[in-house]
């Protein structure tokens, strides 16, 4: 069994409350992390290696200046919500279900920007922001964060000035965009036509983000006020990556397949460009769903 951090604070658990905890557990929470993500993310040698250093580094600090904060990029389908569970999930025993871990999507919870003051009450009473210390909090369609709700959360990432702080900058922020996909695909399908693996991408192509999220207030907000610590970029998925998820979606269920039933799930998808027909238009985010097709 692996070990996870069992409470943020005020929650309590017997690994120690907040996330930063002792160099034993670090290195067998990120074991698990690094294990998962190799075993279950499929495309995405960027996202695993910047997600699994940026964790790593945050929690074997023992006073780190400021709140984590990563922010993702790309098409959906590719892998953003899949990581931030895998995150929740080795961080705490009870994972997204955790009272230390916050997810928030932007148009579900908060629609209309006329109503930006209640959101902030309904934010608090959900524990934030101070019950947000040492928690996991994750904003999903950061982009339509409206500029006012952002400004509310801003104090909490950045760097404190007193050690009465110390305890919100034991807090991770995940913040996940399908802004900067098609910047971040064209250079995927630049290295193919070339002739070069996708492995090949490095991460400093991508990680000069302006481009990224160039049409995101709450983006260029961050970047301006120098919160974001790690951009993360999900590349779009290719044939042999939907067959892999096909894959994994047979064996979750505990439903045989062959090579043939995975080849049909992967040919039921979209791919684009209308030309090269390379990248799945969806990414995995259907699979699931595809494999009920075959179900005997």
């Known amino acids: 069994m692996s070990l996870r951090v069992l409470g943020c604070k005020p929650c309590t658990g017997s690994l120690g409350g907040p996330l930063g905890i002792g160099a034993l557990c670090t290195c067998a929470l990120c074991a698990g992390l690094e294990a998962e993500l190799n075993g279950q993310l499929h495309g995405q040698h960027l996202a695993k290696a910047v997600v ?52 928030f999507v932007s148009l579900l919870h908060f629609p209309h920007h006329n109503y930006v003051d209640s959101y902030k009450v309904r934010a608090n009473s959900r524990g934030g922001p101070v019950g947000w210390a040492g928690a996991l909090l994750i904003f999903d369609e950061a982009e339509k964060l409206h500029s006012n709700l952002l400004d509310a959360i801003t104090p909490f990432m950045a760097q404190h000035t007193s050690k009465g702080q110390a305890d919100q900058q034991r807090s991770i922020f995940l913040f996940l965009s ?82 043939a039933t995975l080849d049909q799930v992967a040919q039921m998808m979209v791919f684009v460009p209308k030309e090269e027909k390379l990248f799945s238009a969806q990414g995995c985010k259907s699979v699931p769903q595809r494999i009920n097709y075959f179900l005997p």
């Open 52 to 103: 699994l250093r940026a964790v790593q580094g945050f929690l074997q600090s023992p006073r780190p200046p400021k709140a984590l904060v990563l922010s993702f990029h790309g098409w959906s389908g590719t892998g953003k919500n899949f990581v931030a569970r895998m995150v929740a999930t080795h961080l705490f025993r009870d994972g997204l279900r955790s009272d230390c871990v916050r997810v």
């Open 178 to 259: 399908n802004l900067g996909g098609n910047t971040i695909n064209e250079v995927a399908l630049e290295f193919w036509r070339a002739g070069r693996a996708r492995e090949e991408i490095p991460l400093e192509l991508l990680e000069h983000s302006s481009a990224l999220g160039e049409n995101s207030y709450a983006h260029r907000q961050l970047l301006r006020e120098k919160l974001i610590d790690f951009v993360v970029p999900f590349l779009p998925l290719e044939y042999q990556h939907v067959r892999l998820c096909a894959r994994d979606a047979f064996l979750a269920r505990g439903l045989p397949y062959t090579e």
